[in-house]
T-cell receptor, first 110, second 114 residues
Framework: AQRVTQPEKLLSVFKGAPVELKCNYS??????LFWYVQYSRQRLQLLLR??SRESIKGFTADLNKGETSFHLKKPFAQEEDSAMYYC????????????FGQGTTLQVKP | NAGVMQNPRHLVRRRGQEARLRCSPM?????VYWYRQLPEEGLKFMVY????????ESGMPKERFSAEFPKEGPSILRIQQVVRGDSAAYFC????????????FGNGTRLTVT
């Protein structure tokens, strides 16, 4: 079955601490993986996608096909990183059709 | 560009009534996607439409739910004879390409069935 799992509902860290938001997926083919973010009172927006291999706002994510994971990392968390983060998977050429994880709330404390 | 506009933001319906959710995509976007988010769950794909066509409705419940995206006007997600289990947040997203990327989301409509 195609599935995206984010095991942590809430991750709370102090400012300056490293952050790792976990994402595991189950998919038989070669999926494309994404991280979406929703800041307070804002819309859901794309943070990054694995094929871009870029760093956005200091965040990076590496696709590990062996472990079927796509964890989101940042070496030093900032208070403005506090938000809801969703990992998502697309199994087709149409990347608008996504399978989302349940989401992880990141809380960065001062 | 105002972005993807959804209305209403909040909708309350009694069991058995009809709910109509509207989505105006970003200017120039002809691809619309609807997602539903039940409490404590992630967003789940419902339907993908282009102007006047339903391309993929694999996530739509078989009964009571329908969607359209007419040549003129917003996309409409219609739920007939609502039940309590339909209470959820419904998100619309649009794209200007048939690859679906990038996807721009609206603020959602929160439907409450009493």
């Amino acid at each position: 079955a195609q599935r995206v799992t984010q095991p942590e509902k809430l991750l709370s860290v102090f400012k300056g601490a490293p952050v790792e938001l976990k994402c595991n997926y189950s998919y038989s083919g070669s999926p494309e993986l994404f991280w979406y973010v929703q800041y307070s009172r804002q819309r859901l927006q794309l943070l990054l996608r694995h094929i871009s291999r870029e760093s956005i706002k200091g965040f990076t994510a590496d696709l590990n096909k062996g472990e079927t994971s796509f964890h989101l990392k940042k070496p030093f968390a900032q208070e403005e990183d506090s938000a809801m983060y969703y990992c998502a998977l697309s199994g087709s050429s149409n990347t608008g059709k996504l399978i989302f994880g349940q989401g992880t709330t990141l809380q960065v404390k001062p | 560009n105002a972005g993807v506009m959804q209305n209403p933001r909040h909708l309350v319906r009694r069991r058995g009534q009809e709910a109509r959710l509207r989505c105006s995509p970003m200017k120039g976007h002809s691809h619309v996607y609807w997602y539903r988010q039940l409490p404590e769950e992630g967003l789940k794909f419902m339907v993908y439409l282009q102007k006047e066509n339903i391309i993929d409705e694999s996530g739509m419940p078989k009964e009571r739910f329908s969607a359209e995206f007419p040549k003129e006007g917003p996309s409409i997600l219609r739920i007939q004879q609502v039940v309590r289990g339909d209470s959820a947040a419904y998100f619309c997203a649009s794209s200007d390409t048939d690859s679906g990327s990038p996807l721009h989301f609206g603020n959602g409509t929160r439907l409450t069935v009493t």
